[in-house]
């Protein structure tokens, strides 16, 4: 069992920043490939980032290309998703989620999900 805390979620301007971490706990934080997902109002949750177990590879949707980052630190059992240039249409509750298999966008290859954190951009 692996146990995922979000946090870092808030308000901010368009153009603005956001640093979110998700928190592992429970199991070896290293044997998971991680990855972000969102989910706004009415919509069906969305693929963002993944990260591998060791780092060495991301992978990210298109729209967040560019202006956001995704990075771990195994020391720290930590995930980050710096997020830059942020844009209304970012609005969601952002989740974090840990599977032992595949950097994927597949949300049904992650087995243990965060509750989520909001992030509001105001236009």
């Known amino acids: 069992q692996v146990q995922l805390v979000e946090s870092g979620g808030g308000l901010v301007q368009a153009g603005g920043s956001l640093t979110l971490s998700c928190a592992a706990s429970g199991r070896t934080f290293s044997n998971y490939a991680m990855g972000w997902f969102r989910q706004a109002p009415g919509k069906e949750r969305e693929f963002v980032a993944a990260i591998s177990r060791s780092a060495s590879s991301t992978y990210y949707a298109d729209s967040v290309k560019g202006r956001f980052t995704i990075s771990r630190d195994n020391a720290k059992n930590t995930m980050y998703l710096q997020m830059n240039s942020l844009k209304p249409e970012d609005t969601a509750v952002y989740y974090c989620?840990?599977?032992?298999?595949?950097?994927?966008?597949?949300?049904?290859?992650?087995?243990?999900w965060g509750q989520g954190t909001q992030v509001t951009v105001s236009s």
């Open positions: 989620a840990a599977n032992k298999i595949l950097l994927t966008r597949e949300r049904s290859a992650y087995d243990y």
